[in-house]
């Protein structure tokens, strides 16, 4: 789905914009003309067209958020024609603006920048989630389908669990939860490499994860996608 600039980033108008609070229901560009006139420290998404304003991030969520970082960068650096970005705002519709904890896309793919801003559903998107009952896991996971993400990657820090969603190709297009891989290491589809051992991520073993993700690296399948990418 392609999101014009007009609609996006409207001009503001009269004074000084009302505050964002949580569960207002808004479009997309006034949410964004809202969050522009808030403090530079301030978060919130709109999601369905309800505003989420998080909660402050506590250390499992942010060693788990680091550590998917440095996962998604080291892949980046090896495969030419993709960007992995942290936290940025992506606009994907009339009713839906995120701030993924983490996504990849590929350069010239499904998204595009506007006013510094992401537009358009990035092909990988991931985010760090306190529980299974977690919004991520239900109102933003819709967004993310309805919107056209690729792949969707939910990692539940209280239960040390993986949930990975790969879009089906068939007609109906819906998002496919995958089951645990007999050797327990997630593989991505649309990103030919991008190899995660979930188990180790959760148990703090960064060189672990690092190690496996340079298996994927230094597999036939990522050889062949940066081949096309570099053409």
């Not at 904890?101 to 998204?111: E, P, R, S, V």
């Not at 537009?119 to 919107?147: H, M």
Request: charged share 20%.
């Amino acid at each position: 789905m392609t999101t014009s600039i007009q609609s996006a980033f409207p001009a503001r108008r009269g004074n000084a914009a009302p505050s964002l609070e949580n569960g207002d229901h808004l479009d997309q560009p006034t949410f964004h003309a809202r969050y522009l006139a808030m403090p530079k420290s301030f978060r919130a998404e709109l999601i369905g067209g309800v505003v989420y304003v998080p909660s402050p991030l506590k250390v499992p969520h942010g060693d788990i958020h680091g550590q998917v970082m440095m996962w998604l960068n080291i892949y980046r650096a090896h495969t030419p024609g993709t960007q992995a970005l942290d936290n940025a705002t992506d606009i994907l519709g009339p009713d839906s603006e995120p701030q993924p904890d983490g996504c990849l896309l590929i350069k010239g793919g499904q998204t595009h920048t506007e006013s510094d801003y992401l537009v358009g559903p990035p092909e990988f998107a991931v985010e760090v989630a306190s529980s299974s009952e977690a919004f991520d896991l239900f109102e933003k996971r819709n967004d993310y389908e309805r919107y056209g993400i690729t792949e969707y990657l939910v990692l539940v820090v209280r239960e040390a669990r993986a949930v990975w969603f790969i879009r089906s190709a068939g007609a109906d297009d819906h998002f496919i939860e995958q089951p645990m891989p007999s050797d327990g290491i997630f593989r991505s589809k649309v990103f030919p490499g991008l190899w995660l051992d979930a188990a180790a991520l959760f148990r703090g073993e960064p060189m672990r994860v690092i190690d496996v993700l340079n298996m994927g690296l230094a597999s036939q399948e990522h050889a062949a996608f940066v081949g096309k990418q570099s053409r």
